[in-house]
């Protein structure tokens, strides 16, 4: 896979890897250094900074409402301030690619994002949220398997319901298990959750990444929840 368009089935390339957003995301370095990749390196193919290791003095969850550009008036709720980013992406049935914007931020240990695109053909929405499940598990399994970790496991948790959003049967929660390599290039295990969801002819990837012993280790209502539960287009 070219690594132009690191969007498609097949692994990223070297020292990159790819959520179902079909947005690159570089794990487990310094902000500031993935920030230079990001402006630097086309390998990167997007904007979500995933990270699973931060220093002790991380801020603690700080809820605000945003309000994405461009975004079908979606409101979300993010416990940072997210930083937006977009570029020009390749995606199934659309030969001159399509505008992917993010939205993304760090809290301790998780990285909170939103992706989203908005489709030239109401006939493509429904692949479209299709494929961000299809594309999650490709390249989830290509960084496990850089890891040497198991297979990647895919959780269907059922379907969503952001209010106001357009009715679709494709519209569902997903929870992915996977390892990827740490900063020393240790495997390191990973709980993604996701929504995808979509209003009008725009389909969003709501998405949290944690290590999965920071998930077992939470004792009180999950965070995770908070967020997904935050997304609403108004009335």
């Given at each position: 896979m070219p690594n132009q368009s690191c969007v498609l089935a097949g692994p990223c390339p070297s020292h990159a890897w790819v959520n179902a957003t079909?947005?690159?995301i570089m794990l487990w370095m310094s902000h500031a250094r993935r920030l230079r990749l990001f402006m630097s390196r086309t390998a990167l193919c997007g904007a979500?900074?995933?990270?699973?290791?931060?220093?002790?003095?991380?801020?603690?969850?700080?809820?605000?409402e945003v309000q994405p550009d461009q975004a079908e008036g979606l409101?979300?709720?993010?416990?940072?301030?997210?930083d937006a980013h977009e570029r020009q992406v390749p995606w199934p049935g659309l030969p001159q690619g399509i505008t992917m914007r993010v939205l993304s931020c760090q809290t301790d240990d998780s990285t909170w994002a939103l992706s989203y695109l908005t489709l030239p053909d109401v006939a493509?929405?429904?692949?479209?949220?299709?494929?961000?499940?299809?594309?999650?598990?490709?390249?989830?399994?290509?960084?496990?398997?850089?890891?040497?970790g198991p297979a990647v496991s895919t959780e269907d948790l059922g379907p969503v319901n952001v209010p106001r959003m357009t009715p679709s049967n494709q519209a569902h929660a997903?929870?992915?298990g996977a390892q990827r390599p740490d900063g020393w290039g240790r495997p390191m295990s990973l709980d993604i959750r996701t929504w995808h969801f979509s209003h009008g002819m725009t389909v969003f990837q709501g998405s949290?990444?944690?290590?999965?012993?920071?998930?077992?280790?939470?004792?009180?209502?999950?965070?995770?929840?908070?967020?997904?539960?935050?997304?609403?287009?108004p009335g």
């Open positions: 079909c947005v690159c979500v900074l995933a990270t699973a290791a931060m220093s002790a003095c991380a801020p603690a969850l700080n809820w605000r409101r979300a709720m993010f416990p940072c301030k997210p493509l929405v429904g692949p479209s949220l299709q494929e961000m499940t299809v594309l999650m598990q490709r390249n989830l399994a290509a960084a496990s398997q850089m890891a040497s997903w929870r992915f949290v990444w944690r290590p999965v012993d920071a998930v077992k280790g939470q004792s009180s209502e999950d965070v995770a929840d908070t967020f997904f539960r935050g997304f609403h287009f």
